[in-house]
């Protein structure tokens, strides 16, 4: 069983800063590929950023040259630095881990979420 806790979530202006953490346990994190998905209520969950188990990366065009994620495989931690904020990014985040099984197949986790606010 995997665990992932978001943190870092809070109120901020409008292009402020922010940067969310999440640890996980329960695996070889060196192995999983990461991402961070946001959801507005009422609306789908939406890809932000991923980051796979060789430190490739892609991103959402709406945050393009603004966010950042980044792992630390000796920490079990993925980080997403957000640079100037817009009222748009209000959302709650989502931490993901895909981690890979028996025979090929993979699995997805999902932690508990962090709401960020961005006010105009």
């Known amino acids: 069983q995997v665990q992932l806790v978001e943190s870092g979530g809070g109120l901020v202006q409008a292009e402020g800063s922010l940067r969310l953490s999440c640890a996980a346990s329960g695996s070889d994190f060196s192995l999983n590929d990461m991402a961070w998905y946001r959801q507005i209520p009422g609306k789908e969950r939406d890809l932000v950023a991923r980051?796979?188990?060789?430190?490739?990366?892609n991103y959402a065009d709406s945050v393009k040259g603004r966010f950042t994620i980044s792992r630390d495989d000796a920490k079990s931690m993925v980080y997403l630095q957000m640079n100037n904020l817009k009222p748009e990014d209000t959302a709650v985040y989502y931490c993901?881990?895909?981690?890979?099984?028996?025979?090929?197949?993979?699995?997805?986790?999902w932690g508990q979420g962090t709401q960020v606010t961005v006010s105009s």
């Open positions: 980051i796979t188990n060789r430190g490739i990366t």
């Open positions: 993901h881990a895909t981690v890979p099984m028996i025979a090929d197949y993979t699995y997805d986790y």
